[in-house]
Nanobody, 119 residues
Framework: QVQLVESGGGLVQAGGSLRLSCAASGGTFTRYTMGWFRQAPGKEREFLAR????????YDADSVKGRFTISRDNAKNTVYLQMNSLKLDDTAAYYC????????????WGQGTQVTVSA
């Protein structure tokens, strides 16, 4: 069973950048399709992007296309989310998750990292 720990969140001004990391342990990392989600207060959880074991990625949220980039380093058992041109609406708790069925469902979740974008 894989354990996930996110890091890299914080306070950033609008227009700035952050890179989130999600370190995996306790499993064979390449078995998992990895995803990033976020949830803002009072809103439903939003799926942002997924990346397969071979680094092929897809983005589901139109709001982040062109600004966010998902990547992974299988040697380091880590998935990243590079976030550029941050907006106030990007303020949320960000979560990484792992799927063993190519992203159909995500069974394993990290604890989340908070991103706050200020004006």
């Amino acid at each position: 069973q894989v354990q996930l720990v996110e890091s890299g969140g914080g306070l950033v001004q609008a227009g700035g950048s952050l890179r989130l990391s999600c370190a995996a342990s306790g499993g064979t990392f390449t078995r998992y399709t990895m995803g990033w989600f976020r949830q803002a207060p009072g809103k439903e959880r939003e799926f942002l992007a997924r990346i397969y074991w071979n680094s092929v990625s897809t983005y589901d949220a139109d709001s982040v296309k062109g600004r966010f980039t998902i990547s992974r380093d299988n040697a380091k058992n880590t998935v990243y989310l590079q976030m550029n041109s941050l907006k106030l609406d990007d303020t949320a708790a960000y979560y990484c998750a792992a799927s063993i069925n190519y992203g159909l469902t995500y069974a394993y979740w990290g604890q989340g990292t908070q991103v706050t974008v200020s004006a």
